[in-house]
């Protein structure tokens, strides 16, 4: 069991490890789009990268709405695991919609063995999963 500053250490210690490995300018928040925004997440349980939606209900409907529309080519030129959730709820309760793809195999940020597994999904999807997004943001956008 690690204390909550062990925890916060290696976390702080795995991003910095990752920033520098795979030193690139991702689009996180800068999407450029209110409400949409895309996510790194690893804990001690899994590892994910994911395009969420978070807007008020009427822009969350519009752009999840042209997001399935795109679904088949997502999933045909870029990421075929892709998950969609219209309805997914984050650890507070609060109601998204979520695409997201999940590291298939048993992860931790607590064990360093696992990081560059972690490292290298992170990098290569998530770089297919923003050319993507600069492919055909104009039509997310509108």
């Known amino acids: 069991m690690f204390s909550k500053e062990e925890s916060r250490l290696l976390r702080q210690d795995f991003w910095t490890s990752f920033g520098k490995s795979f030193p690139r300018k991702w689009l996180l928040y ?5 409400g949409v925004a ?3 997440h690893f804990d001690n349980k899994s590892a994910l990268i994911a395009l969420d939606l978070e807007d008020d209900l009427n822009n969350r409907i519009n752009c999840w709405e042209k997001l399935v529309a795109l679904k088949g080519i ?3 030129d870029y990421l075929p695991d892709a998950l969609y959730e219209e309805e997914f709820y984050l650890d507070n309760g609060k109601e998204i919609s979520r695409i997201y793809l ?4 048993k992860v931790s940020i607590h064990n360093k063995n ?23 943001k104009d039509i997310i956008k509108t």
């Open 74 to 76: 997502l999933k045909s």
């Open 114 to 136: 696992s990081w560059r597994d972690v490292m290298e999904f992170f990098n290569a999807n998530m770089i297919l999963f923003e050319a993507f997004f600069e492919e055909y």
């Open 102 to 105: 999940l590291l298939e195999q």
């Open 30 to 34: 800068n999407t450029k789009i209110k």
């Open 38 to 40: 895309f996510k790194f």
